[in-house]
T-cell receptor, first 112, second 114 residues
Framework: AQSVTQPDIHITVSEGASLELRCNYS??????LFWYVQSPGQGLQLLLK??????LVQGIKGFEAEFKRSQSSFNLRKPSVHWSDAAEYFC??????????FGAGTRLFVKA | EAGVAQSPRYKIIEKRQSVAFWCNPI?????LYWYQQILGQGPKLLIQ????????DSQLPKDRFSAERLKGVDSTLKIQPAKLEDSAVYLC????????????FGSGTQLSVL
């Protein structure tokens, strides 16, 4: 079955430290892949997306993600986290047929 | 451009009551989605429209949930009768529907069923 897995329910990092959020997908072909961020009480906002081509994609707010076909992964990274990055992050996969599947999310806590 | 509009922002009802949510997508977006997000979980697709036709409603509990998108623009999602487990945030999203499946989300309606 098609699925998106985010292994970490929550992660805590210190402000200024680097961040990596993990995402794995299960799908026969390479789906379109996305990372969304959700701040408390807000809808989801797209950070970046991968369709094809360069496997390292840049997004907004200094985020980047790397697609690794061999590992079926699409991990989100940021070199230096700011306190305003505290939010919930969702990985999603568009598997065709106009269907987008979301992972369960990873909540990021940032400590001073 | 204006974003996806949803109302109401919050709703509190008792179980067995009915409730309706409204969504106005971004102008020109052909595809409209209703997602249910239970606390601590990722969004789960309830129903997806392409223009005014249903593309996918496989996860919609049809005995109590219904949705329509008349004229292919705004949409309403109804629950009747509500159960305690329906407490969640209901998110509406839209996309151009041209294969570039970037979703634009509304702020959601937070439903509490008591």
């Amino acid at each position: 079955a098609q699925s998106v897995t985010q292994p970490d329910i929550h992660i805590t990092v210190s402000e200024g430290a680097s961040l990596e959020l993990r995402c794995n997908y299960s799908y026969g072909a390479t789906p379109y892949l996305f990372w969304y961020v959700q701040s408390p009480g807000q809808g989801l906002q797209l950070l970046l997306k991968y369709f094809s081509g360069d496997t390292l994609v840049q997004g907004i707010k200094g985020f980047e993600a790397e697609f690794k076909r061999s590992q079926s992964s699409f991990n989100l990274r940021k070199p230096s986290v700011h306190w305003s990055d505290a939010a919930e992050y969702f990985c999603a996969a568009y598997t065709g047929g106009f269907k987008t599947i979301f992972g369960a999310g990873t909540r990021l806590f940032v400590k001073a | 451009e204006a974003g996806v509009a949803q109302s109401p922002r919050y709703k509190i009802i008792e179980k067995r009551q009915s409730v309706a949510f409204w969504c106005n997508p971004i102008s020109g977006h052909a595809t409209l989605y209703w997602y249910q997000q239970i606390l601590g979980q990722g969004p789960k697709l309830l129903i997806q429209f392409q223009n005014n036709g249903v593309v996918d409603d496989s996860q919609l509990p049809k005995d109590r949930f219904s949705a329509e998108r008349l004229k292919g623009v705004d949409s309403t999602l109804k629950i009747q009768p509500a159960k305690l487990e329906d407490s969640a945030v209901y998110l509406c999203a839209s996309s151009r529907g041209d294969g570039n499946e970037k979703l634009f989300f509304g702020s959601g309606t937070q439903l509490s069923v008591l």
